[in-house]
């Protein structure tokens, strides 16, 4: 069974500490792993896709990388504005499954 | 008006009402989709239309009913909910079913939606 396993569950960092966050999977057939910023009472943003391993993305002070069994999204440096709760999702041959999140406070 | 909008943005409805939730997408997507988000609870999805034709429906309760009159356009009829129905409804679409493109799917804002 596809599973999806996002940690930690909450992250609290200083202004400037960089960090990461960890997406474990199991899926039959990746056909792509996405990561999505979600802020309160907010649809989630759409940030990266990543569809093979050793694969890597960025965005501003954003990062993510893939390998067969999880995915991370690094934070560089991170604002208070950075602040959100990350979603990763795992497209595999029969379906589409979420990780619970990780929500991140950036203290200034 | 871009992207996709939801309405209405909250709504608080007793267990005998009868309300719709409205999806609008403004991309040209193919693909629609209707989201349940509850607290600390991965996103669960209730239903997937592609070119206007459900493809899946992942055991939603029969007092959910989907609605696509064209691929601009995705309903969520509701009627006799339950408390435990509350949350956040987002509704997402993309230009074609993830499961064969591997494309992410861009979200609406969603219905915060509160049974009482």
């Known amino acids: 069974e596809d599973q999806v396993t996002q940690s930690p569950e909450a992250l609290r960092l200083q202004e400037g500490e960089s960090s990461s966050l960890n997406c474990s999977y199991t899926v039959s057939g990746l056909r792509g792993l996405f990561w999505y910023r979600q802020d309160p009472g907010k649809g989630p943003e759409f940030l990266f896709t990543l569809y093979s391993a050793g694969e890597e993305k960025e965005k501003e002070r954003l990062k993510a990388t893939l390998t067969k069994k999880e995915s991370f999204l690094h934070i560089t440096a991170p604002k208070p504005e950075d602040s959100a709760t990350y979603l990763c999702?795992?497209?595999?041959?029969?379906?589409?499954?979420f990780g619970a999140g990780t929500t991140v406070t950036v203290r200034a | 008006e871009t992207g996709v909008t939801q309405t209405p943005r909250h709504l608080v409805m007793g267990m005998t009402n009868k309300k719709s939730l409205k999806c609008e997408q403004h991309?040209?997507?193919?693909?629609m989709y209707w989201y349940k988000q509850s607290a600390k609870k991965p996103l669960e999805l209730m239903f997937v239309?592609?070119?206007?034709?459900?493809?899946e429906n992942n055991s939603v309760p029969s007092r959910f009913s989907p609605e696509c009159p064209n691929s601009s356009h995705l309903f969520l009829h509701l009627h006799t909910l339950q408390p435990e129905d509350s949350a956040l409804y987002l509704c997402?679409?993309?230009?074609?079913?993830?499961?064969?493109?591997?494309?992410?799917?861009?979200f609406g804002p969603g219905t915060r939606l509160t049974v009482l």
């Open positions: 999702a795992v497209q595999g041959d029969y379906k589409l499954s």
């Open positions: 991309l040209g997507h193919n693909a």
């Open positions: 997402a679409s993309s230009q074609d079913d993830p499961m064969f493109s591997g494309r992410a799917g861009i």
């Open positions: 239309y592609n070119f206007k034709e459900q493809t």
